[in-house]
């Protein structure tokens, strides 16, 4: 295939030396320029930073051979991790006991409870702290921050105005938590989190001339950081900050890091090869929104539609919840259903909830902050939107149904309906898709009138109407001509 005239640009200011950042909107050829450039220069060695393994494989079979293909994580990995990587599964109990958190605490007697935002009292478990405290270590270590300090505790529903107390409890535990994992005889699990970590703060130096970083919107800060410091190598960045969709985990856009810290030009990479321009311009009208530095340019062979589907390929959707509930129906009708992801993260919500239904606490990240289902049910009517759809799934079917659903999925070639949250289609694409109505238009501020958009949601907006190849059911997202401003 001939590059296009942007491609040819972007080869052209790799032979000049330049550090480089490419904004390749959706569909727009990034994977196949950055072998254009590989291809261009093979004298050279290069280092394609992959964003999951998998990518990293099929980039090992199709660039050339002065390419070495990884993901960050193969970057730092040392084989004398392998052991305490293949460990037993630890449980957050079990964390809990080995590190000895009341110790580290100086808790004796009776387990400390807080006050929650609904007025209940939470009792703060070992179990429960230690949970917290291995968020607060997750989040340090997306991090490029060389120290665990407040701000790397989560922000936990339910216990928002308690913020003080959670940290004087969760800080000291994940600060111990650390210093323990750094021994290679650690009583904790070793993740993939931690020893990238470790590595990033032995200031590494990767033997490469080039440095080619895929999906870099969504670039974690400890591994960006890592590779603006290699300063012996000429450093490419490609991504698409319009699809930066995993802020919330700890991504950053590391684009907008490489243009601001290497002064490097930004070129665009504009012509999509996946869809026809009706689907180009529903995309636009989310990039327009966002103030996104590209705008898609359809493809002319390509014949897409938008409209009305009856029966779509993949049905895509903002939660998980949402994802059941489309699954539950489907299984209902006797199609054969296959959700992306599989079903292993809602069958752990169900489990959850089910215990909040029993009087237990949970330690599951999105409902630990709550000392019972009632007070689920209260915040998601008074403060959070995005729990009414868990809330009504819930309440609609039991956990028990929901997890007998879950367990009832088939393989994706299996499939006769393909489900997916937005966040997991990234990457992926189907012919027909229709957007699932929860994804909800936001309501009007009250003083001000506007209707204000998260920015980050608009970015999933756009990243999910650009999943499909053909067709487009886009229609609940009409909504996106109300929008008057985004946030954040």
């Given amino acids: 295939m001939n590059p296009t005239p942007e491609q040819t640009e972007a080869i052209d200011a790799y032979g000049d030396g330049l550090d480089l950042v490419l904004q390749a909107g959706a569909g727009c050829g990034k994977s196949s320029t950055l072998k254009m450039i590989a291809r261009s220069d093979r004298r050279r060695r290069m280092t394609y930073v992959a964003y999951n393994s998998a990518i990293a494989a099929d980039a ?68 429960i702290i230690m949970r917290m405290a291995l968020d607060t270590l997750t989040r340090f270590c997306h991090s490029a921050d060389p120290e665990i300090v407040q701000k790397h505790v989560p922000q936990f529903d339910g216990l928002k105005k308690a913020r003080g107390e959670v940290v004087k409890l969760v800080l000291p535990v994940a600060r111990a938590a650390w210093k323990d994992l750094q021994d290679d005889d650690s009583v904790l699990n070793l993740n993939h989190d931690h020893y990238l970590k470790m590595w990033a703060l032995s200031s590494p130096t990767i033997p490469t001339d080039v440095v080619l970083l895929d999906e870099a919107q969504d670039t974690n800060d400890v591994l960006a950081a890592v590779l603006l410091a290699q300063e012996h190598a000429q450093r490419i960045a490609v991504g698409d900050s319009a699809q930066q969709i995993y802020s919330w985990r700890g991504a950053n856009d590391a684009l907008a890091g490489f243009v601001r810290e290497l002064h490097c030009p930004e070129l665009t990479l504009s012509q999509s090869f996946r869809f026809g321009p009706a689907i180009a311009t529903r995309a636009n009208a989310w990039l327009r929104l966002i103030d996104a530095p590209v705008r898609l340019t359809g493809w002319e062979a390509a014949e897409s539609t938008v409209g009305l589907l009856d029966s779509p390929d993949a049905i895509l959707c903002r939660t998980n919840a949402g994802a059941m509930g489309i699954v539950m129906e489907g299984l209902a009708s006797g199609r054969k259903v296959a959700l992306v992801g599989g079903g292993a993260a809602i069958k752990q919500l169900a489990w959850a909830a089910e215990a909040l239904q029993d009087g237990k606490p949970t330690d599951h990240p999105e409902l630990m902050g709550f000392a019972s289902w009632d007070d689920v049910r209260q915040y998601a009517a008074e403060e959070d939107g995005s729990l009414e759809v868990l809330v009504k799934l819930v309440d609609e079917h039991g956990p028990g149904r929901i997890v007998a659903a879950a367990d009832g999925l088939v393989s994706e070639q299996q499939a006769e309906l393909v489900v997916s949250t937005a966040h997991k289609a990234k990457g992926r694409e189907w012919p027909a898709v229709r957007i699932h109505a929860d994804f909800r238009a936001p309501k009007a501020d009250q003083k001000t009138g506007l209707v204000v958009l998260p920015r980050e949601e608009a970015r999933l907006a756009y990243v999910a109407v650009t999943r499909a190849r053909e067709r487009l059911d886009d229609t609940a997202l009409a909504w996106v001509s109300s929008v008057t401003a985004v946030s954040g």
Avoid: E
């Fill in 60 to 127: 090992r079979r199709s660039f050339p051979t002065n390419v070495m293909s990884k993901t960050g994580h193969g970057l730092a990995f040392d084989q004398r991790y392998g052991d305490r990587l293949n460990r037993p599964r630890q449980t957050a109990h079990q964390a809990a006991q080995a590190l000895d958190v009341r110790s580290i605490l100086g808790i004796i007697g009776s387990t400390p409870s807080i006050l929650t935002d609904l007025g209940g009292m939470k009792a703060m478990t070992s179990k």
